[in-house]
């Protein structure tokens, strides 16, 4: 069932395509650091709107790069991002990003964390708090709205953070390994819980992992990037039959495992060259 | 008891590098043991009369080493603990208050310091009536002379502050910044002299009191009677020498090559310095005596250095004079 | 989605027998004027009262009203100059933290400032500033303030990149990002900055009251001294250390409570 592409510019993702219109693109994305360093070079990206996209790669691979470009929060050396098919230049409504290191506010309360956002955007406080506490009991975390980020776990913590993205009803939200600091049970969980809340949100997912896994069961399309300087390899669409299915049970299907099958042996591949250099 | 701001440090390793040669000085007098005198201050003109006798008594086989310390307490502290022998000060207090085991022997000089106002501002005492007041410090001998002339004129000051140092005190009378305080006789000329004319001093009645007195550990005196009673000798011929010739000072000071660093703007001022007091009788050719250290009682006791019923104090309790009588045996009293 | 996916909820250590901590730090001052009271006995030094006759000494001192007086004296400069240290410093440091320009200017006065012994410099104020109150105010700044600027431009330049990055995601504007974002979370190092800063203000109003001219604690200090009266003298040095360590503690305390509010929930569950 896995259908896999050579390029993204053969449009042929058929399972993604039918119906979904482009709400990002970047076209031509080349990023060099201060200091020579070429962390991507050339990207060309459509991201389906409604539609769930993970990076993949090894570490160094531009993962993180792509998608802070993407939020308007590093610019690219070349090349444009487009939200909307509107050329954007900087941070915007219309996108929100999910933190690796969840980067709360120690000093503030979960419900004032989680308006940040709306407070940002000078939403008044009524409002904010309203939103903000309804967000908290999405994702599960009601009775805590007076804890302190200090008090709660890894895994809460991060709630936190997709709570506060939530809030501002952006379209489009970018994650950044936003599982990787959580321990592997609180990760699936939490895998569970936001593939329920992106269903009712309807929202449009960019996700960065170094997962394997993690990238096939959340993913409806896994962007497989070279590394360093960042190009695109493949992108995957894993073909998942998840209707009625325990996520025990999707773990074990066939399609999913040779998926994950057919990833690791490019990514394999990667590690084999690094290893001769 | 002041501070001389002109006096340069360069001065002060100078006259250091001296007490080294002083006590290596005297080879002959190896069995006499070594004398070490803490002075609580920088060196000065006005130390160069102790030094003429000090290299006078090294000749006679004294062996002798000098130093500067930042103040009188740390001097006082110094002699306390042993790690110096004879002390420069009036350490009443000391004595009284804390039984330390230490005696006066010798009066170097009496107190003589001068209240000076500026005349466009005041005339005479009764002006400084509800005016504010500068003085060296809290319990200091210029403290008490003004406490002293308030009292007798029947005048209250409107505040007693302390600038510490007759130069900083006078300094501050020429900048304006002040307009009545009390100041030492070198600062007396200047102010005299640069003021042209602005200044005038106030009436004083005669203030007989110690201002520098030699002092030592008790066991230290018992130990080194012949070395300190050589020492005694030199300082009274030395000190009725200067009474008689105050020229005789810088003269000595090239002959025993004394603060040969000091800036000559500085030498020029010896001469002046030594005459001037001569002339208002601060050097006493018997050492003080007796008679000294009663006016002593009286004065520190109104200043609070001492305290309780003075009648009841007696000379034996601060002072040692059996040395210094021994000296006026042989030289004989004037 | 229910309560039972929240995974592991922290609790806070449990504050391991308070009583235990009490016992140790009373130990810990009983031992400091034990000694103290051992070593004013023996004695080390004539000039060395002990332990009680201090504290007799501060008693009478704090009930003749002496005191309170000197501490109105002394109060004076250090208010003003660490008022001005503060101020002018946290401003300063943290304009050093956001802006180049403002940084490559104050850099090298203040690193040289930290680095140099001012205290020698105390003297040479008077030339300047005379005698009066300015020159102490110039005393307890120039001790005070270098290092208030350099704790607050520290703490400004190291804010976390990740909660600047954060609030720029929100479309958080400069101003929005500087008061919500960098400096509560420089608050922390300004403020040890400030408690340095104070601690050093004392440092240099004493000084001030030893070198320049004698007043308030400075004076008592002095007074006593050249007067011998030992247990006065340390009464007043004792009192001074005592001021010190309580003001420094109390603005902890406004720390936390003004600012810290989650490090007030902590040490209150």
């Known amino acids: ?277 | 008891m002041f501070i001389r701001s002109k006096m340069t440090l360069l001065c002060a390793s100078a006259a250091l590098a001296l007490g080294v040669a002083m006590s290596s000085g005297a080879s002959k007098a190896a069995e006499m043991g070594s004398m070490h005198i803490a002075f609580g201050d920088i060196p000065g003109a006005d130390m160069l009369g102790f030094m003429i006798a000090a290299k006078r008594a090294e000749s006679r086989g004294v062996k002798l080493k000098i130093s500067f310390l930042q103040s009188e307490d740390l001097a006082s502290q110094a002699i306390v603990s042993g790690q110096a022998d004879i002390g420069v000060g009036t350490p009443y207090a000391l004595i009284q208050k804390v039984k330390a085991p230490i005696r006066m022997f010798y009066q170097l000089s009496k107190l003589a310091f001068f209240p000076i106002v500026n005349t466009e501002k005041y005339k005479g005492w009764k002006d400084l009536d509800g005016q504010p007041m500068y003085t060296h410090a809290r319990g200091s001998g210029t403290e008490a002379i003004m406490n002293l002339m308030a009292m007798k004129n029947n005048i209250k000051y409107s505040a007693m502050s302390y600038v510490p140092g007759s130069a900083v005190r006078a300094g501050a009378m020429l900048q304006g910044r002040i307009d009545a305080t009390i100041v030492d006789a070198e600062r007396r000329t200047l102010l005299m002299r640069e003021g042209k004319g602005k200044f005038a001093l106030l009436p004083l009645p005669k203030i007989d009191a110690s201002d520098e007195a030699l002092y030592a550990n008790t066991e230290f005196m018992e130990k080194n009677e012949e070395a300190i009673n050589i020492l005694l000798e030199e300082l009274v011929l030395t000190w009725r020498e200067i009474n008689k010739n105050p020229g005789y000072v810088s003269k000595a000071r090239a002959e025993y090559n004394l603060l040969p660093d000091m800036p000559a703007s500085d030498a020029e001022g010896i001469d002046p310095y030594y005459a001037e007091a001569v002339e208002t009788k601060i050097f006493d050719d018997n050492g003080g005596g007796e008679k000294a250290i009663l006016g002593d009682f009286e004065f520190y006791d109104f200043a609070g250095t001492i305290k309780g019923d003075t009648s009841k104090l007696t000379v034996e309790e601060f002072w040692n004079l059996a040395p210094l009588n021994k000296a006026l045996d042989k030289l004989g009293r004037m | 989605m229910s309560r039972t996916l929240v995974d592991s909820v922290y609790i806070p250590p449990e504050t391991s027998s308070f009583d235990t901590m009490i016992i140790w730090r009373t130990i810990s001052v009983l031992f400091v004027f034990g000694s103290w009271e051992i070593a004013g006995r023996i004695p080390i030094s004539i000039a060395f009262p002990t332990f009680f006759e201090t504290m007799t000494a501060l008693f009478e001192m704090i009930m003749d009203g002496r005191l309170a007086h000197a501490y109105f004296e002394t109060l004076k400069p250090l208010l003003v100059g660490v008022g001005i240290s503060a101020g002018f410093g946290v401003l300063i440091g943290t304009s050093m933290g956001l802006y180049r320009s403002v940084q490559w200017l104050g850099e090298p006065i203040f690193i040289v400032m930290q680095a140099a012994p001012m205290a020698a410099l105390i003297p040479l104020v008077t030339f300047v500033y005379g005698i009066g109150l300015a020159a102490k105010v110039c005393a307890v700044v120039i001790l005070a303030a270098p290092i208030i600027v350099l704790n607050s431009y520290k703490a400004v330049t190291n804010a976390n990149v990740s909660l600047i990055q954060m609030c720029a995601s929100f479309q958080g504007s400069r101003v929005q990002q500087i008061i919500r974002v960098i400096i509560p979370d420089a608050s922390p190092m300004i403020f040890a900055g400030l408690r340095l800063g104070v601690a050093a203000g004392f440092i240099g109003v004493i000084l001030a009251e030893l070198l320049i001219t004698p007043t308030g604690i400075g004076d008592l200090i002095t007074y006593h001294r050249s007067v011998a009266e030992y247990a006065d003298m340390y009464a007043a040095i004792f009192s001074i250390i005592l001021f010190a360590a309580v003001t420094i503690g109390l603005l902890e305390k406004a720390e936390i409570a003004y600012f810290r509010p989650e490090r007030k929930k902590k040490k209150g569950s």
């Not at chain 1, 470009?69 to 090349?79: K, Q, S, W, Y």
């Not at chain 1, 900087?90 to 709360?104: K, N, S, Y």
């Not at chain 1, 000093?107 to 708090?129: H, I, P, S, Y």
């Not at chain 1, 321990?183 to 992992?209: G, Y």
Request: with cysteine.
């Open chain 1, 1 to 277: 069932m896995t259908t896999v592409i050579a390029s993204p510019t053969q449009e042929e993702h058929s399972r993604v395509n039918d119906t979904a219109q482009e709400i990002v693109e970047v076209s031509g994305i080349t990023k060099v650091y201060p200091g020579g360093t070429v962390a991507l070079r050339g990207v060309d990206l459509a991201f389906p709107k409604g539609k769930m996209t993970t990076l993949l790669g090894p570490s160094g691979c531009g993962k993180t790069t792509l998608l802070k470009i993407i939020a308007g929060l590093l610019d690219a050396t070349e090349g444009v991002v487009r939200v909307n098919g509107k050329e954007v230049s900087g941070p915007g409504p219309e996108r929100a990003f999910v933190f690796q290191d969840f980067a709360l506010l120690p000093w503030a309360t979960v419900l004032t964390n989680v308006g940040f956002g709306l407070e940002m955007q000078g939403v008044d406080k009524a409002t904010r708090e309203a939103k903000s506490r309804s967000y908290i009991t999405k994702v599960g975390l009601a009775g805590f709205e007076d804890n302190y980020p200090h008090e709660l776990s890894g895994g809460m913590r991060q709630r936190v953070g997709l709570a506060r993205a939530l809030a501002v009803s952006a379209d489009v939200l970018l994650m950044d390994e936003p599982f990787s600091a959580v321990d592997e049970q609180t990760r699936r969980l939490f895998q569970e819980e936001l593939l329920r809340l992106l269903a009712m949100e309807n929202k449009t997912v960019i996700f960065v992992t170094h997962s394997i896994e993690e990238a096939v069961y959340v993913s409806d399309q896994i962007v497989l990037l070279s590394p360093r300087p960042g190009r695109i390899n493949r992108v995957v669409i894993p073909g998942i039959e998840r209707d009625g299915k325990t996520p025990d049970e999707i773990r074990r299907e066939p399609g999913f495992l040779d998926t994950v099958e057919d990833i690791w042996d490019t990514l394999k591949k990667y590690l084999d060259e690094e290893r001769m250099v």
